[in-house]
């Protein structure tokens, strides 16, 4: 069973906006004094916080799908609904958070910072907040918004001051255990570190973090052994250790080799990075420090011997250890110190982002109407976030509401629009995108006005059922019309012929 897990995939789901309540204050002697409906509660938002207590992924792989609470209802007598809490998801330090096709949405690096990952739905407007001079006591209330729903990346990146590379079996794991309180698993076969381990190390005044990165192999850049998928956990680190094994049991390797084949898989995988590093030193331009392990037996000294004429010219500096024997690791702790203490003090100053206020450009359009093909015959499409809003505010079963969100569209130029787009009386119109979108025939009539409010709460005259006749209808009416017409005048020709306009006295019967 997996106990450490750097990379998940998260979904995550903001409460829902409580609906707000369409109420009516009844008092004695005064049974309708007038809206008390509340607005509803804004529901949760989803936020990721870096926790120091939490060092893995590994909560969010066994369960992947998160969702905080909705807001409350509102209610009579002017009772808001109660806001949603937060769902609070900590995650550890160096976290990056990203969408599902790679966009970088936030780097989490420091101990409190936060991230909303998807915020809550506001809540509907209760009828006390809807009323008007025209409208004073509205029989419906705006529903709540749903929450934001998004599909979230979440991959760790070690923070660590210096992180200790090499072969499997090269040592790293016991000189980690050596050098700090870290425990890792150490076994005498390659592979045996399959997960980042993380050690604090003191040197005198000096503190800093060590991380042991699982064994690299050649071709690990590409996917081999367990390079590519633990790489990630050096992007962060200020000094690169070099841990060679000079009693490597294979005939094919020494520790020069060795040195080479990691480089190699190091600017490979650099070479790969984003270019969005920020201030940070490109990776194989950063202090390294090699180290020459297992030199405490002697086919390990004389080998060390060997190579260290060789790996001098790389201008690192070279140290002689022994993690079973703790040879040379208070020197090499000191010079890790000193290398740390030099590249945090090269590091700029953190600034604190200006705050930016960005306000919304009036007079430009705040939707479109797209003109689509929907079920085989033309649609008209109005995208925007208004008007979907909108659409999710409304209780479509409320005659009154749907004809106060018909007052918004038109207030916006949206008929105004759909006119322009081609649209006529009885085209198809769409708002929203996707599956959830609201799908209407558009009547041009559902215009607003003071005049048309008049009737009993709940319903919109303007929704009453009004039949309208076709063109074959119409005509047909037209030749009623016309033959009952022509019978009335035969009628009364038939009379005048007979005299009976100019003799009152003639009877009927006598003719």
Same mark, same amino acid.
């Given at each position: 069973?997996?106990? *450490?897990? &750097?990379?998940? /995939?998260?979904?995550?789901?903001a409460?829902?906006?409580?609906?707000?309540?369409?109420?009516?204050?009844?008092?004695? *002697?005064?049974?309708?004094?007038g809206?008390?409906?509340?607005?509803?509660g804004?529901?949760?938002?989803?936020?990721?916080?870096?926790?120091?207590? %939490?060092?893995?992924?590994?909560?969010?792989?066994h369960?992947?799908?998160? #969702?905080?609470?909705?807001?409350?209802?509102?209610?009579?007598d002017?009772?808001a609904?109660?806001?949603?809490?937060?769902l609070?998801?900590?995650?550890?330090?160096?976290?990056?958070?990203?969408?599902?096709?790679?966009q970088?949405?936030?780097?989490?690096?420091?101990?409190?910072?936060?991230?909303?990952?998807?915020?809550?739905?506001q809540?509907?407007?209760?009828?006390?907040?809807?009323?008007? +001079?025209?409208?004073?006591a509205p029989?419906?209330? $705006?529903?709540?918004?749903?929450?934001?729903?998004?599909?979230l990346?979440?991959e760790?990146?070690?923070?660590?001051?210096?992180?200790?590379?090499?072969?499997?079996?090269?040592?790293?794991?016991?000189?980690?255990a050596a050098?700090?309180?870290?425990?890792?698993?150490?076994?005498?076969?390659?592979?045996?570190?399959?997960?980042?381990?993380?050690?604090v190390?003191? =040197?005198?005044?000096?503190?800093?973090?060590?991380?042991?990165?699982?064994?690299?192999?050649?071709?690990?850049?590409?996917?081999?052994?367990?390079?590519?998928?633990?790489? @990630?956990?050096?992007?962060?680190?200020?000094?690169?250790?070099? !841990?060679l094994d %000079?009693?490597?049991l294979?005939?094919? @390797?020494?520790?020069?080799?060795?040195?080479?084949?990691?480089?190699?898989?190091?600017?490979?995988?650099?070479?790969?990075l984003?270019?969005?590093?920020?201030d940070?030193?490109?990776?194989?331009?950063?202090?390294?420090?090699?180290v020459?392990? #297992?030199?405490? !037996?002697?086919?390990?000294a004389?080998?060390?011997?060997?190579?260290?004429?060789?790996?001098?010219?790389?201008?690192?500096?070279?140290?002689?250890?022994?993690?079973?024997?703790?040879?040379?690791?208070?020197?090499?702790?000191?010079?890790?110190?000193?290398?740390?203490?030099?590249?945090?003090?090269?590091?700029?100053e953190?600034?604190? =982002?200006?705050?930016?206020?960005?306000?919304?450009?009036?007079?430009g359009?705040?939707?479109?109407?797209?003109?689509?093909?929907?079920?085989g015959?033309?649609?008209?499409?109005?995208?925007? &976030? #208004?008007?979907?809003r909108?659409?999710? /505010?409304?209780?479509?079963?409320?005659?009154?509401?749907?004809?106060?969100?018909?007052d918004?569209?038109?207030?916006?130029?949206?008929?105004?629009?759909?006119?322009?787009?081609?649209?006529?009386?009885?085209? %198809?119109?769409?708002?929203?995108?996707? /599956?959830?979108?609201?799908?209407f025939?558009?009547?041009? %009539?559902m215009?607003?006005?003071?005049? $048309?409010?008049?009737?009993?709460?709940?319903?919109?005259?303007?929704?009453e059922?009004?039949?309208?006749?076709?063109?074959?209808?119409?005509?047909?009416?037209?030749?009623? +019309?016309?033959?009952?017409?022509? /019978?009335?005048?035969?009628?009364?020709?038939?009379?005048?012929?007979?005299?009976?306009?100019?003799?009152?006295?003639?009877? &009927?019967?006598?003719?």
């Amino acid at each position: 069973m997996a106990t *450490f897990v &750097d990379r998940v /995939q998260l979904h995550v789901i903001a409460g829902a906006g409580g609906n707000g309540a369409a109420s009516i204050r009844r008092e004695k *002697f005064k049974p309708l004094a007038g809206p008390d409906g509340a607005d509803g509660g804004r529901g949760g938002d989803v936020i990721l916080e870096v926790d120091p207590s %939490t060092t893995t992924l590994l909560a969010y792989h066994h369960k992947p799908h998160r #969702k905080a609470t909705s807001g409350g209802f509102g209610k009579g007598d002017m009772r808001a609904g109660a806001r949603g809490e937060d769902l609070i998801l900590p995650v550890p330090d160096g976290t990056v958070v990203a969408t599902a096709d790679g966009q970088v949405l936030a780097d989490l690096v420091g101990v409190g910072t936060r991230f909303v990952a998807a915020q809550g739905g506001q809540g509907g407007l209760g009828n006390a907040a809807l009323s008007s +001079r025209q409208r004073k006591a509205p029989g419906f209330a $705006l529903l709540g918004e749903p929450g934001e729903e998004r599909d979230l990346v979440l991959e760790l990146k070690t923070v660590a001051d210096v992180a200790l590379v090499g072969y499997p079996s090269a040592g790293k794991s016991s000189l980690i255990a050596a050098m700090s309180s870290a425990r890792p698993k150490i076994a005498d076969y390659p592979f045996t570190t399959l997960v980042p381990n993380l050690g604090v190390v003191e =040197a005198g005044e000096h503190r800093y973090t060590i991380a042991d990165v699982p064994g690299l192999i050649p071709g690990a850049s590409q996917g081999k052994g367990l390079g590519l998928e633990f790489l @990630r956990h050096i992007e962060r680190c200020h000094v690169i250790v070099h !841990v060679l094994d %000079t009693a490597a049991l294979e005939s094919d @390797r020494d520790p020069v080799s060795d040195l080479e084949t990691i480089e190699n898989e190091l600017a490979t995988y650099a070479a790969g990075l984003d270019e969005g590093a920020g201030d940070r030193v490109p990776l194989m331009e950063r202090p390294t420090v090699i180290v020459l392990n #297992k030199t405490d !037996v002697p086919d390990g000294a004389d080998m060390a011997d060997l190579v260290r004429e060789r790996l001098g010219d790389r201008g690192a500096p070279i140290l002689d250890i022994s993690a079973v024997s703790h040879k040379g690791l208070r020197e090499l702790s000191f010079v890790l110190a000193s290398l740390v203490e030099e590249a945090r003090a090269s590091l700029p100053e953190p600034e604190e =982002a200006p705050i930016v206020l960005t306000p919304r450009a009036r007079g430009g359009r705040e939707f479109e109407v797209v003109k689509e093909q929907f079920e085989g015959d033309n649609a008209f499409r109005v995208v925007g &976030d #208004k008007p979907e809003r909108w659409v999710k /505010q409304t209780d479509f079963a409320n005659d009154e509401a749907v004809g106060y969100l018909a007052d918004r569209l038109a207030k916006v130029g949206v008929e105004e629009a759909l006119y322009k787009a081609g649209a006529v009386s009885g085209s %198809t119109v769409i708002i929203g995108p996707g /599956q959830d979108a609201v799908v209407f025939d558009w009547e041009p %009539t559902m215009v607003g006005g003071a005049e $048309l409010l008049l009737g009993a709460r709940g319903a919109d005259r303007r929704l009453e059922d009004h039949h309208r006749p076709t063109r074959e209808q119409k005509r047909e009416e037209q030749r009623e +019309r016309t033959a009952s017409r022509m /019978q009335r005048i035969e009628a009364m020709e038939k009379e005048r012929r007979a005299g009976h306009w100019a003799d009152p006295t003639i009877s &009927d019967e006598e003719n």
